[in-house]
């Protein structure tokens, strides 16, 4: 599978334990996206890997989730309503 990717963009971030990869690619159909992986040292020799895949159609709300959150953190606000957004 690793074949039909095409990298237009890649930035690594060193953030304390962990690194963060911010990878836009392109798939054979013309389709791009945003690959974000995090990588943290586990135990031992080990590493823990998570990662997410933001295709070029949901972009948009996905910023607007992320500028939601990250004013949030800033603003030290607390949404009370929060149960079940994770499913819409």
């Known amino acids: 599978m690793a074949g039909n990717r095409k990298a237009l963009f890649s930035e690594r971030v060193f953030a304390g334990s962990r690194i963060y990869f911010f990878d836009v690619k392109e798939a054979t159909d013309g389709t791009k996206y945003l690959v974000i992986d995090e990588s943290r040292?586990?135990?031992?020799?080990?590493?823990?890997?998570?990662?997410?895949?933001?295709?070029?159609?949901?972009?948009?709300?996905?910023?607007?989730?992320?500028?939601k959150a990250v004013n949030a953190m800033a603003n030290e606000e607390h949404f009370e309503d929060t149960e079940d957004k994770h499913s819409t």
């Open 41 to 67: 040292h586990g135990e031992g020799d080990s590493y823990t890997h998570n990662r997410v895949m933001v295709f070029e159609d949901n972009v948009a709300k996905f910023m607007e989730g992320l500028m």
